[in-house]
Nanobody, 118 residues
């Protein structure tokens, strides 16, 4: 399984970014694709998740209402639209396969840096 993130960058507070996670190589149907992030000196945390079977979504409280997860099944890509970004959103963002929980993700992408600063 391969997952490749893109779309990170530097923005000012209040700005927006859209992250993409292109995935391939699943031999069986996957359970979920999730977005996670890790800030310097902190543990990796879940941000958002989309369930493959029915498209249901999950958001961490700290991003609810600002971030939107979506997917393009034809392109095997999951997106994370991030609006109203805050400095606390600064982190490396990873996509992970088959779980919405950090400890049970079985494949990770390489990550993409998001920096929110004035």
């Amino acid at each position: 399984v391969q997952l490749v993130e893109s779309g990170g960058g530097s923005v000012q507070p209040g700005g927006s970014l859209r992250l993409s996670c292109a995935f391939s190589g699943f031999t069986l149907d996957y359970y979920a694709i999730g977005w996670f992030r890790q800030a310097p000196g902190k543990e990796r945390e879940k941000v958002s998740c989309i369930i493959n079977s029915d498209g249901s979504t999950y958001y961490a409280d700290v991003v609810e209402g600002r971030f939107t997860i979506s997917r393009d099944t034809a392109k095997n890509t999951v997106y994370l639209q991030m609006n109203s970004l805050k400095p606390d959103d600064t982190a490396v963002y990873y996509c992970g396969a088959n779980s919405c929980e950090v400890r049970t993700v079985d494949s990770w992408g390489h990550g993409t840096q998001v920096t929110v600063s004035s």
